[in-house]
């Protein structure tokens, strides 16, 4: 089993930046794709950054694309999402998932390990 841990929310003004790191347990990391997926009150769980296990694939929701960028340190088994010109509708628990499959996916049923939330609040 992995075990993801998601750490760097906190609270931003508009137009802010953070950056949202989510360390995992184990080398296996590094053959893992990663996402990162968010929940905003009262909404569903949607997709919002991807990258294959190599990190020579990156894939965006559209709603976070050229502001939003995802990464990752396999020596240090950590994915990172560098998140600039942040707005309020950013506001949401962020979540680090792991997919023992190296290729990247948008949908979180093909996420098999989940870290447990960050949260990232944005002011206007």
């Known amino acids: 089993q992995v075990q993801l841990v998601e750490s760097g929310g906190g609270l931003a003004q508009a137009g802010g930046s953070l950056r949202l790191s989510c360390a995992a347990s184990?080398?296996?990391?590094?053959?893992?794709?990663m996402g990162w997926f968010r929940q905003a009150p009262g909404k569903e769980r949607e997709f919002v950054a991807a990258i294959s296990w190599s990190g020579g694939h990156t894939y965006y929701a559209d709603s976070v694309k050229g502001r939003f960028t995802i990464s990752r340190d396999n020596a240090k088994n950590t994915v990172y999402l560098q998140m600039n010109s942040l707005k309020p509708e950013d506001t949401a628990v962020y979540y680090c998932?792991?997919?023992?499959?190296?290729?990247?996916?948008?949908?979180?049923?093909?996420?098999?390990?989940w870290g447990q939330g960050t949260q990232v609040t944005v002011s206007s």
């Open positions: 184990d080398r296996t990391f590094s053959s893992y794709a």
């Open positions: 998932a792991a997919r023992s499959l190296g290729t990247s996916s948008l949908y979180l049923d093909d996420y098999d390990y």
